[in-house]
């Protein structure tokens, strides 16, 4: 590797690892978690995903979204019914990419694409603000300006930097020079200790202590099954977006081999279950991340904070990581997207728009579902309408439909639409040289227009179809000569 390329991966590594502190200890909290579990996950998944996973660059941790699906479970079985839930996701994760289905994610299109990127970077921000709370009350008064300016102060050093000179990532050195600023001249302001105690030893290897039983996972298999698809389907996303960052090929599959093997690893070492992190991997490539070893650099400095440095990470000012956020919510929302609406199709837009509102307000998956519904329903419509026949009367007195389109369970109606069996001549003709035969909705539909015709007294002879057509009506039946 050369320096350069070391020395950028090592300074991207830093600055995502103090990225990486604050989401994980909250995304603990949220799951009613000792905040070391979140960390303890970060470590573990991080750094093995970033050794083994099919993207460089990308950075993975105790997500927020994974949090959120296993707090019903923490709160009404316990944290090692949780611990039993991350390693039976992490193993559906393994199998979903040993299977080889990560290009599934290829099904994705590119307007819940948008939708995805939006939300989360609405719900990055949204996030933020509860820095600006004292218990359940909003800060007032100096904290309240003291806690402003100095996120202000941190954004601007992320915007203004980079002009100057980009030898160092603007994150980190905001980070550094706003804490440094916060303690020679001691400003009261919250600092990451005031989240929590981060100092804590190596995390040690331990089967969760439950019964191993039918009913053991019958309560957790829901909840590893609903963690395992919300990962994968983050991890999947995020990796997505890196390629298009980085105009370079990753590999899902691989990924999702990763993700479920470190996920099984966290579980046994008493960590949080994780996936991918938009946030903090925008970081990563925005700080000149794009090699494994920023990842590693990451995952690793992370225990060095538990283990060592914790005294020192814990006066980090909350201030300046919530302005490192803010910016990269700014960053990660896709501002072309806005610029777009008036420009590209309506059922798009509502796509985008539809994403983006159902992942603030309820999660990723169902989001990125109802925008594969709506995205589907809508091509299904359009290529049920470009159906269409034209009619010849030919010498011999018979008539020809020459059928264009795709014959599926969407255009059956209009297909049977396009023929008059009561009025049409004896012979009637019908060429699928370019009429496509999708499902058994369409053998249904032509067995249908045979009835017909024979109900009528009158022949009708379908010619030209292709071999996939053919197949698709012998296996079905259904006579096509």
């Known amino acids: 590797m050369k320096p350069i390329r070391l020395r950028a991966d090592v300074l991207a590594g830093l600055t995502t690892s103090f990225a990486l502190l604050p989401e994980c200890i909250a995304f603990a909290l949220v799951a009613h978690l000792n905040p070391l579990m979140g960390l303890y996950g970060a470590f573990i998944i991080c750094t093995l995903t970033a050794l083994f996973g099919g993207r460089p660059g990308m950075v993975s941790g105790a997500a927020g979204s994974m949090a959120v699906v296993i707090v019903a479970l923490v709160v009404q079985h316990g944290v090692q019914y949780l611990l039993a839930t991350v390693l039976l996701g992490g193993l559906i994760m393994m199998a979903f990419g040993l299977l080889r289905l990560g290009k599934l994610v290829r099904m994705v299109p590119h307007p819940v694409m948008l939708g995805f990127v939006n939300g989360l970077a609405i719900i990055i921000a949204l996030a933020q603000l509860e820095h600006f709370k004292s218990g359940e009350q909003w800060l007032s008064g100096t904290p309240l300006y003291l806690m402003t300016g100095l996120v202000l102060l941190t954004m601007a050093i992320v915007y203004i930097l980079p002009r100057l000179t980009r030898s160092v990532p603007p994150a980190l050195v905001a980070i550094l020079g706003v804490g440094l600023l916060v303690y020679v001249l001691g400003l009261p302001t919250r600092t990451l200790g005031d989240m929590a105690h981060i100092a804590g030893g190596l995390p040690t290897f331990a089967l969760p202590d439950i019964p191993w039983t039918l009913e053991t996972l019958r309560i957790i298999a829901p909840y590893a099954i609903l963690m395992a698809l919300v990962g994968l389907l983050e991890t999947l996303l995020t990796l ?242």
């Open 240 to 481: 997505n977006l890196t390629d298009e960052i980085t105009e370079t090929r990753g590999y899902p599959d691989r990924e999702c081999v990763a993700l479920g093997a470190a996920n099984v690893v966290s579980g046994a070492f008493g960590g949080m279950g994780g996936c991918a992190m938009i946030g903090q991997t925008v970081i990563n490539l925005s700080s000149g991340g794009r090699g494994r070893l920023s990842g590693v650099v990451a995952g690793v400095l992370i225990l060095l904070f538990i283990l060592f440095l914790s005294p020192l990470i814990e006066r980090i000012p909350l201030a300046a990581l919530v302005g490192v956020m803010f910016v990269v919510s700014q960053q990660t929302f896709a501002w072309a997207s806005l610029r777009v609406l008036n420009k590209v199709p309506l059922n798009d837009v509502l796509v985008i728009i539809a994403v983006t509102t159902i992942t603030v307000f309820t999660d990723l998956a169902t989001a990125v579902l109802c925008g594969i519904i709506i995205a589907a329903l809508n091509f299904a419509w359009q290529q049920a309408r470009e159906l269409y026949a034209d009619e010849h009367l030919e010498a011999d007195g018979s008539k020809l439909y020459r059928l264009h389109g795709t014959l599926f369970f969407a255009s059956t109606t209009p297909f049977l639409n396009q023929f008059d069996p009561a009025s049409d001549p004896q012979r009637v003709t019908l060429d699928c040289r370019h009429l496509s035969f999708v499902d058994y909705s369409a053998i249904a539909a032509l067995k249908t227009l045979r009835e017909r015709y024979a109900k009528a007294g009158k022949q009708l002879q379908v010619f030209h179809l292709s071999e996939r057509c053919k197949k698709l009506l012998k296996r079905a039946g259904v006579d096509h000569d």
